[in-house]
C-alpha cells in the first residue's frame, strides 16, 4: 500500500504554531437562525485540542448579527446598515459569552477584539492591534475577534470577515489561516450546480484561473460566499501563510491530519509589517497609469517608477500618500507611496529622466515604496 501523498502546505498547515482560524456565520446557526451552542461546542472542542497541542490560538468569528435576529424579533437578516447594527450589537454580547463559556469548559481565557478597517488602515492603529494581540497570546488568552460593526459605517467596514482574517493573520505573524465555512472544500463552480469539480491543491494563483466563485449559500445568513474567501486565501497565500478552506464540521480533522479541503500554498515570501500594509491594508488616494514597459520594469524587475513610463494621473494626492499604479489593461498591479504631489506630476509623465529640471530627476515611486500585487 503506498502512503497518501501530503502536500508541503498541508504539512504546513498541520505543524503551524501560530494559527488564525476564521467560521462563518452559517456554520454556527441553527436552521431558524439562532446561534447553535452544540456547533459552536463542536467547533471550540476542535481549537482547544489544537491549543493543547502546543499552537496559539486566534478565532476570528462571525455570528453577531445572526444570534442578534431572535432577541429583537427580527425573522431574517436585515438588509441595512442601522438594523445590522442593532443586531450585532445585541448578538455579539450573546456570541462573546458563548464562546467564553465554550472555551472555559477547557480552563482557556479569551479576549474580544472588535476591528473597524481603519484599525489596519491607518499604521498607528495597525502596531496597537499587533501589541494587543501579541500580549493576549503572551497571557494564554485566545482571542476572539469580529469586526466592530456596531460603529462601522459603510465607508470603513472590511464588510467580510473573510478578508478580515487574512488581514489578521498577517498582522499578528500567524503560520497558517484555517477558512471554516459550511462547503467542505473549493469546487470550480458552485457546488450547489451539477458539474462542480472538487479542488484539492492550489499551488499557485494559476490553479483557481477558471474556477467560478459564487455567492453566499443557502442559509441567507453569510455575506461574501466563496468568492471572499478566494480573495482572502490568495491575500493570505501570497503573504506567505499557507491556507486550509474546508467545513466547520471538518474542523477536528482540519485542525489535526489537515487532510480535507482544499490547501492554498505560501506562493509569495512574508512581506514586512510595513509592506504588507502598503500593499494590502491601507487605502490608496490616486492611481497612477503605466505602459507596458513600465509594469515590466516595477513589476518584473522591481524597479523604481519613472515619469517615463507614466501615461496618465488620477486623484489628488500629497507625496508620501500611497497610489495604485495600473496597467494598459486597467489591473492594478501594485502599489507605492508617490514621491510627488498629484499637481506636479502632468508635466512630468512620459519624459525622460535626463529631459527633466534637476530637481525633478527622481523616482515617482522609489522601489522600497513599491509592492507588486498578487495577480
Ligand atoms: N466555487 C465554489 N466552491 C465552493 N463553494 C461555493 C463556490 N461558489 C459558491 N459557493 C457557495 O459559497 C458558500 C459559502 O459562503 P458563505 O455562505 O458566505 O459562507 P460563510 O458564512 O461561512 O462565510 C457555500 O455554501 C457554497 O454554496
Ligand atoms: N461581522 C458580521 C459577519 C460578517 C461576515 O463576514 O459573515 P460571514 O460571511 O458569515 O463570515 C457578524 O458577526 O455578523
Known sequence: MTAPVVSQARQAVASANRIVVKVGSSSLTTAEGGLDPARLDALVDALAARAAAGSQVVLVSSGAIAAGLAPLKLSRRPR???????????????????????????????????????????????????????????LGAVPVVNENDTVATEEIRFGDNDRLAALVAHLVGADALFLLSDVDALYSGDPRKPGAVRIAEVASASDVDGVKAGTAGASGLGTGGMASKLAAARLASSAGIPVLLTSATEAGRALTSADVGTAFAATGSRLTARRFWLGYATDANGRLHLDDGAVAAVVGRRRSLLAAGITGVDGDFEAGDVVELVSLAGEVVARGVAGYDSAELPSLIGRKTHDLPEEQRREVVHADDLVPLAR
Do not use: E, K, P, W
Not at 111 to 122: E, K, N, Y
Open 80 to 138: 441595512d446598515l442601522a438594523t445590522q447594527q442593532a443586531a450585532a450589537s445585541v448578538g455579539q454580547l450573546t456570541l462573546a459569552h458563548a464562546y467564553a463559556n465554550s472555551f472555559g469548559r477547557y480552563s482557556l481565557t479569551v479576549g474580544q477584539v472588535l476591528l473597524t478597517a481603519d484599525d489596519v488602515v491607518r499604521r498607528a492603529h495597525y502596531r496597537n492591534a499587533q501589541r494587543t494581540f501579541s500580549r493576549l497570546l503572551a
